[in-house]
């Protein structure tokens, strides 16, 4: 049997529930998202 679960909203899941028990953890999640997003684009779109 093949379970396919998309990662996007899973990391999505995890991270909103980890917001609302550590609020602080926001700025972290912003940022390592941000740089994520930043170089993926530099990698594909170079």
Do not use: K
């Not at 999640?29 to 941000?34: C, D, F, S």
């Amino acid at each position: 049997m093949y379970l396919h679960i998309a990662l996007a909203p899973l990391i999505s899941l995890v991270a909103g529930i980890l917001i609302l028990v550590v609020p602080r953890l926001l700025n972290y999640i912003v940022a390592i998202y941000l740089i994520a997003i930043g170089i993926l684009g530099i990698l594909h779109g170079g």
